[in-house]
């Protein structure tokens, strides 16, 4: 599988609500990050699905390196 391209060294703050699914993009490539576009047509990227369990504000991850997925867990400290 390829290496996804670092679309930020931060994580991005987003309100989600609970309930509602979120479209996070794996490979680098959204011109709408931290969420899909359809950019990664073409490649071995598809976009991680994330459900809101609860209404707040959660942090996605932008590196595209997080063992979280979806969400942050600081491997951008790393990069």
């Known amino acids: 599988m390829s290496e996804p391209i670092v679309a930020g060294k931060a994580p991005i703050p987003i309100d989600v609500e609970a309930g509602r699914s979120y479209f996070w993009c794996s490979c680098g490539k959204s011109q709408k990050q931290p969420f899909c576009d359809g950019a990664h047509k073409g490649t071995d990227f598809v976009p ?32």
Do not use: I, M, P, R
């Open 48 to 79: 991680t699905q994330y459900k809101a369990t609860e209404t707040t504000k959660v942090w996605f991850c932008a590196c595209k390196h997080s063992a979280k997925g979806a969400l942050c867990d600081g491997s951008h400290k790393a990069l």
